[in-house]
């Protein structure tokens, strides 16, 4: 902590990225945090890439972790399918970033996609010019079973 101390006065912003952090336990994960927001960080971002997280912890780590004063982003991979659901429980927390992907390029099977995230939103339109292009630079076919996102359709 001292080094982010020192660096402080420089202007720089600094970031803390902690994966896996919901193999361990609440206080655990605040002491974590408190520790890195007393450094000088001011973004912290909560990784679980080993899909040990449900909605629900998500949910109690971010707005516990809120007390801290830090930003919070979330890189929620999806191999159990709870990515999005985790996302949504997040921004409900007090998450203020979320890492997406597009059409699920990625590793593995992808994290947060943005399109289930906007999912009913006035952006369906960009969306789609969006994905083709990832599509097309990919050489890869937008799947026929993609999330439903324009506006009229999600009543």
Not at 42 to 54: C, L, P, Q
Not at 81 to 97: I, V
Request: with cysteine; aromatic share 10%; glycine share 10%.
């Amino acid at each position: 902590m001292k080094s982010f101390s020192m660096l402080l006065p420089t202007g720089l912003r600094f970031k803390s990225r902690c994966r896996t952090l919901f193999r361990f336990g609440l206080v655990e994960q605040l002491f974590i945090y408190s520790a890195l927001d007393k450094g000088g960080v001011r973004y912290i971002g909560i990784t679980d890439a080993v899909n040990k997280a449900n909605p629900w912890q998500v949910y109690d780590l971010v707005r516990t972790i809120r007390s801290v004063g830090c930003d919070i982003g979330m890189f929620l991979c999806n191999e159990n399918g709870c990515a999005l659901a985790n996302a949504y429980c997040a921004l409900e927390a007090g998450a203020t970033h979320i890492n997406t992907s597009v059409l699920g390029i990625g590793e593995r099977v992808g994290i947060t996609a943005l399109r289930g995230l906007m999912a009913g939103t006035f952006t369906a339109k960009k969306l789609r010019d969006l994905e083709e292009i990832v599509a097309k630079a990919n050489m890869v076919e937008i799947p026929f079973n993609n999330f439903v996102a324009e506006p009229s359709l999600s009543r």
